[in-house]
């Protein structure tokens, strides 16, 4: 099996935008570079920031589908970020000195009857993955086209919010490389399990609207893409082929 990167993706903010890259420098035991690095915790959240928290205490694209529809440009020396969205102005900010910023920025996305976003958290050395390991998500263009199949019409790969999207694989085969570890460019992934997914797909990244019934044309377990973890440091980027070891 071989496969070739055709995206690369980082989401600085967890389900508040993503950036698309070039390349990246992956290192073991860690999630993809600047990826979840902050996440916003809402008023009903039961974590501290201190360490790693299921999703249940985020604002997420889950609940809140327009936060789906934002893009993000990190600068990463000085860790400020720009945010944009269709129907807001750009915002510029450091999470980390001003919280509140982004808190007002996403207010008019807000839902009334969910939880109101309070404040960013940002656990050391780690991303806030959906899993209680770093982790970094790989995606399989191949079954995003039976997706597009099945709905009837063509979607963004951006509604699955993957750090690695391949291209060259079987439709689902992604699935069958649980249990087995890639090599892409100098790093290594072990592969650990599938994505199980959630309504935040259903939104369509360009609008922060749904629009598409994914959840209806997955199967049972709604699995699409998987979950890996990087066992040896390396490059990876653009056009790099991916290879089971």
């Known amino acids: 099996m071989t496969a070739t990167v055709t995206q690369l993706w980082r989401h600085p903010i967890k389900s508040h935008g993503r950036e698309a890259l070039p390349h990246a420098r992956l290192t073991a035991g860690m999630t993809f570079p600047w990826?979840?690095?902050?996440?916003?915790?809402?008023?009903?959240?039961?974590t501290d920031g201190t360490s790693w928290a299921p999703c249940v205490n985020f604002s997420i694209g889950t609940k809140l589908p327009g936060l789906t529809a934002i893009n993000a440009r990190l600068d990463e020396a000085t860790e400020t970020l720009t945010l944009s969205h269709?129907?807001?102005?750009?915002?510029?900010?450091?999470?980390d000195d001003a919280p509140q910023a982004l808190i007002d920025w996403t207010r008019p996305l807000m839902a009334?009857?969910?939880?109101?976003?309070?404040?960013?958290?940002?656990?050391?050395?780690?991303?806030?993955?959906?899993?209680?390991?770093?982790?970094?998500?790989?995606?399989?263009l191949a079954s995003h086209r039976v997706v597009e199949q099945r709905i009837g019409?063509?979607?963004?790969?951006?509604?699955?919010?993957?750090?690695?999207?391949?291209?060259?694989?079987a439709p689902w085969e992604e699935i069958d490389l649980v249990g087995k570890t890639l090599r892409i460019g100098s790093a290594e992934i072990a592969i650990r399990e599938p994505v199980v997914r959630c309504m935040a797909?259903?939104?369509?990244?360009?609008?922060?609207?749904?629009?598409?019934?994914?959840?209806?044309?997955?199967?049972?377990n709604r699995e699409f893409c998987v979950y890996g973890e990087v066992v040896t440091s390396g490059d990876i980027a653009v056009g790099d082929t991916a290879e089971v070891l």
Do not use: C
């Open 153 to 169: 019409r063509s979607l963004s790969p951006k509604r699955w919010r993957s750090n690695i999207w391949l291209d060259g694989l």
């Open 35 to 46: 990826d979840r690095v902050w996440a916003v915790a809402h008023d009903a959240a039961r």
């Open 86 to 95: 269709p129907d807001l102005p750009d915002l510029t900010f450091r999470p």
């Open 112 to 140: 009334p009857d969910r939880a109101v976003s309070q404040r960013i958290v940002r656990v050391p050395g780690r991303g806030m993955t959906d899993t209680d390991y770093p982790s970094v998500s790989l995606g399989n």
């Open 201 to 220: 797909t259903a939104a369509n990244p360009d609008t922060g609207k749904r629009d598409a019934d994914t959840l209806s044309v997955l199967n049972e």
